[in-house]
T-cell receptor, first 113, second 113 residues
Framework: DSGVTQTPKHLITATGQRVTLRCSPR?????VYWYQQSLDQGLQFLIQ???????AKGNILERFSAQQFPDLHSELNLSSLELGDSALYFC????????????FGPGTRLTVT | DQQVKQNSPSLSVQEGRISILNCDYT??????FLWYKKYPAEGPTFLIS?????DKNEDGRFTVFLNKSAKHLSLHIVPSQPGDSAVYFC????????????FGTGTRLKVLA
């Protein structure tokens, strides 16, 4: 158990809809990272927050947004969903901002039908 | 453009023998590398890391080797155990000031009893 929790575990929704994925980092970790893993792909970095502020952006679509709250939990919002958004979404946390091992949650499997 | 490549999608090894997983990268600015292990239905688990100032890092049965001139790193597992059967991802970052890791697509290791 990494100490990182993600909810929900599974999500099935229709195209055009909006969903929110939630992540609680390990106790004491200030950084939260979001990754997308599509079928047979590596993990694609989406975005990082550190202590409530956005720190780095990767291949995140404009339809996607995220935030980190004062209690350090984070939410990833996906809107106008398309079939290609079906993937595993992982959240990870670390204690610092860079070059620290990241601890991953179990992921949320999103299926868009 | 895949900056971190794991060209072997799968590898089978006999229990007790050595497993060697390879990873190549193209960005010469990468200076911190990690290996993660992932079991089905779980998030990736940090295994071992190496900084570019080293060419080897060892942790129990796991050793990571870095060849900067060849832009190549490898993970050696000796001796391999059935519980090592998982997908292994390598990841790289540009070091302090950069907050994201680039992951490879993974190698599925199967250790045969």
């Amino acid at each position: 158990d990494s100490g990182v929790t993600q909810t929900p575990k599974h999500l099935i929704t229709a195209t055009g809809q909006r969903v929110t994925l939630r992540c609680s980092p390990r106790s004491g970790d200030l950084s939260v990272y979001w990754y997308q893993q599509s079928l047979d792909q590596g993990l694609q970095f989406l975005i990082q927050y550190y202590n409530g502020e956005e720190r780095a952006k990767g291949n995140i679509l404009e339809r996607f947004s995220a935030q980190q709250f004062p209690d350090l939990h984070s939410e990833l919002n996906l809107s106008s969903l398309e079939l290609g958004d079906s993937a595993l979404y992982f959240c990870a946390s670390s204690s610092g901002t860079a070059n620290y091992e990241q601890y991953f949650g179990p992921g949320t499997r999103l299926t868009v039908t | 453009d895949q900056q971190v490549k794991q060209n072997s999608p799968s590898l089978s090894v006999q229990e007790g023998r050595i497993s060697i997983l390879n990873c190549d990268y193209t960005n010469s600015m990468f200076d911190y590398f990690l290996w993660y292990k992932k079991y089905p239905a779980e998030g990736p688990t940090f295994l071992i890391s190496i900084s570019s100032i080293k060419d080897k890092n060892e942790d129990g049965r796991f050793t990571v080797f870095l060849n900067k001139s060849a832009k190549h790193l490898s993970l050696h597992i000796v001796p391999s155990q059935p519980g090592d059967s998982a997908v292994y991802f390598c990841a790289a970052s540009e070091g302090s000031g950069t907050y994201k890791y680039i992951f490879g697509t993974g190698t599925r290791l199967k250790v045969l009893a």
